[in-house]
């Protein structure tokens, strides 16, 4: 097992980069290149948007392919290849054509996408059990952070002309001027982008739990004093293979996976007379193998409520409205008489990081099923709210407060629930066998939910007006209902129990207790 300040230092960086480079400083720059490309003035922005969003398709196409690249390189190689991409950002400094400039954000994003795949897999598959959901919930924590800290270097580096319109902004400063504060803006993007190629050569090898090595081990006397220690029962494969080792057994993949005959494959379930309790461990563990090797091969269509429940984690995470109210937390700002937009903009994000650490906090405490549902609840409720309260109060101090209150009731809700919970949460509860290649379909599902919210928001907007809450409330709910029946907890359970939780309970499990006696 690699060590768990590798297994952090992996999602830290990359939820930085994910952040930071792939959502957080796209705000700041469009302005300016708005400026560069002489776009600012026009009335359809399309072509900014499109510029904007690239980075989305750049993700969405590597998301895809991320299963076979991870699965050909390695979570090393493949997080090396993504920063590589990444670091193009020294590309975008230049001001080059649009085209180029469209093409460079692709690639980006490429890289972005590639990121989002495999640091959460490497986590999930690495991070001891009692740490899994903490360290596998530091991703988004540090997303926030990422998009806090674009915040913050955007406030610095636009200058004191940062609130005025785009068009107005461009005639404030130089050409000279805006292309340093696009430097400045990108820096911090390249520094995050080597430094987790740095820590990408340290990672230890690691192979995917689908891609079986072979155990050979020189057989050695089954006798061993009676005093010797006996291991405590394994949880993952790593542990059995360390075990069975130490134990001197010579399996071979031909062994290990054939039809399970005890005497002929595991001779050793029959020990010698008067070795007393290392008959029980021996039968307990030789269990624990064949169960194992039965996880190793589980048949896709096992795979089904899981993908079911990544998916809708993924389209929660997209179809939240989170972009929605962040988007309208402007006008929440001149309803209290607020001119620092951006500044105001900090604190909003100041918050969002601050309920990131919340969830860090309570997800090996509570569990994942009881801080995802009440948090879902929590966040539909307040928006749905927020739209009755932007149609119905027309006092401007009160509808300011209001909005405030619900926009922090929001942001908490999203942050300790979907948007933390779904890196963990649909990558632990496919099988080992499976845990990339389904962890990648939901991921992949979440960014092309990205792409069609970023096109679709700004005409919904101008059809709908405040109503537009209503789009992301309704069907958000009725998938948290569906959620409330079929999420089972999966806090403190080894990847083997897991997926015997999701065979034997069925669909719904809002009634099923949980089975603590499942040992393997």
Known sequence: MPPVHHIALCNVFGGLIYGYTGVGV???????????YSIAADADTTWLALLVSSINFGACTSCILSNHLIRALGTKWSLVVANCCCCLTIGLMMTPPYAVQVLLHIAVGFGVGLISCASPTYVSETAPVHLRGTLGS????????????????????????????????????TEHEIWWRGVWLQLPAVLLSIAMMGL???????????????????????????????DPIPN????????????????????????????????????????GSYSGFSQTFSQALLDEAELSHVPLKSALKPLTIGVLLALLLQFSGINAVIFYSGSFFEA????????GAIFVMGWNFLSTLLALVLVDRLGRRWLLLPSLYLLFIALMAMALVNTYVTHPPTKAGACFVLLACVLTGFEVGPGSLFWIVAAEVFPPNLIVKGFVICNSVGWIACILVTLCFPALHLLLGNNVFYIFGVPGLAMTLFLTLVLPETKGLSKAQITSLLANTGWVTFWAARDDSLTY
């Open 26 to 36: 796209n705000n700041p720059l469009g302005t300016l290149w708005g400026c560069q």
């Open 138 to 173: 530091l991703f988004q924590v540090d997303v926030a952070l990422g998009i806090l800290l674009s915040s913050i270097v955007g406030y610095l580096v636009l200058g004191s002309q940062r609130d005025l319109l785009p068009d107005a902004y461009c005639h404030s400063a």
């Open 200 to 230: 990408s050569f340290r990672l230890e090898k690691h192979s995917q739990s689908s891609d079986y090595q072979p155990l050979v081990v020189e057989p050695v006397p089954l006798q061993r004093p009676r005093s010797q220690s006996i």
């Open 236 to 275: 993952t494969s790593a542990e059995l293979t360390d075990q069975a080792k130490r134990a001197g057994r010579g399996l071979t993949h031909d062994s290990f996976f054939a039809p399970p005959t005890p005497a002929r494959h595991f001779p050793w379930l029959n020990p010698p007379v008067g070795f």
């Open 336 to 343: 209290a008489g607020v001119s620092a937009k951006a500044l």
